[in-house]
C-alpha cells in the first residue's frame, strides 16, 4: 500500500506540470506573435534626439484640454482679435512676400495655415494675393479658419500645395503632425515651419527642439530647402521643406 501511494504522489507534479508548461509555451507563442507583428509601431514612433516631449500629460485628452485652456481663453481671444490683429498681420505679410519673393509661395498656390488660432496668418497670405488659404485649429474661427486637429488633418492626401505653422512646439506626437503635412502636401509642395531653438517655447508647448537636426528626420519625404534666423512672435528660425517628387519607373 504505501508502495502504490508513493507512486501515486511521484504522478501528481506531473499531471500539474503538464498544463503550466503548455500555459507558458501559448504565452511565448503569442508574445513572439505581436513582436513580428509591431515592430514598425515601435520604431516609428520612436522620436530623433534633439526633440523632447515635455511631461505631465497622462492622455490624449488632457493635453487637449491644455491647449484649449489657451485657444479658449476669453481674454487672449479679445487680444488676438483686437490689438494684436493689425499687427500679427502685417508681420506675416512680411513673412509671405518674402517668401513669394524666393518662389517658395505664389499667387496661385493652394495654402493652409495649421494652428491657426483666429486666422491672423490666413488674413496675411490673402492680403499678399494668395486667396486660396484657410487654417485649422482646435476651434474654428469662420470663415478664415476651420475646426481641425494638425495630428490627423481633415483633408484628403495631397491637397495643399504650401502649409505653414508656428505650432510645432505644441504637437504631442511629433512625428504625427509632420506625416500628416507630408500626407496632405502636394509633390514639389512646400512647408514653411517657424520654431523656437534659442530660447524655450510657452508653457502650453508639449515638446522643445533643440535644433533643426531632429527635423531632417521627421520629414521623410521631403528635402530641406533652407534655414535662416527671423523674429516671429518668439520664435527665432525659419525651416524650409520642399515634398520630393516621386520617381517615375
Not at 105 to 113: D, E, N, Q, V
Request: hydrophobic fraction near 40%.
Amino acid at each position: 500500500m504505501h508502495t502504490v501511494m508513493k507512486n501515486t504522489i511521484l504522478k501528481l507534479p506531473h499531471l500539474f506540470l503538464k498544463p503550466l508548461f503548455l500555459s507558458l509555451a501559448l504565452s511565448l507563442a503569442v508574445l513572439l506573435f505581436l513582436a513580428v507583428q509591431t515592430p514598425h509601431k515601435r520604431t516609428s514612433s520612436k522620436l530623433p534626439g534633439g526633440v523632447q516631449i515635455r511631461p505631465g500629460y497622462s492622455s490624449y485628452d488632457s493635453y487637449i484640454q491644455r491647449q484649449l485652456n489657451k485657444t479658449l481663453n476669453p481674454k487672449l481671444r479679445k487680444i488676438w482679435i483686437t490689438r494684436d490683429w493689425d499687427r500679427k498681420v502685417l508681420v506675416f505679410s512680411q513673412f509671405f512676400r518674402n517668401l513669394k519673393e524666393r518662389n517658395l509661395l505664389f499667387t496661385g498656390s493652394k495654402a493652409l495655415c495649421i494652428g491657426a488660432r483666429v486666422g491672423q496668418e490666413v488674413e496675411a497670405l490673402r492680403r499678399v494675393g494668395v486667396s486660396d488659404s484657410v487654417g485649422i485649429d482646435l476651434v474654428p474661427y469662420p470663415p478664415l479658419v476651420l475646426k481641425g486637429d494638425f495630428h490627423s488633418q481633415p483633408f484628403d492626401d495631397e491637397s495643399f500645395d504650401f502649409e505653414f505653422s508656428n505650432v510645432f512646439d505644441h504637437a504631442l506626437y511629433p512625428l504625427k503632425f509632420v506625416r500628416e503635412i507630408e500626407r496632405t502636401l502636394r509633390e514639389g509642395g512646400v512647408c514653411v515651419l517657424h520654431v523656437a531653438l534659442s530660447r524655450r517655447a510657452d508653457k502650453y508647448s508639449a515638446n522643445d527642439l533643440y535644433s533643426v537636426e531632429p527635423l531632417l528626420e521627421l520629414f521623410r519625404v521631403s528635402e530641406l530647402v533652407e534655414v535662416r534666423k527671423v523674429d516671429g512672435f518668439g520664435l527665432d528660425t525659419e525651416v524650409v521643406f520642399r515634398k520630393k517628387k516621386k520617381k517615375k519607373n
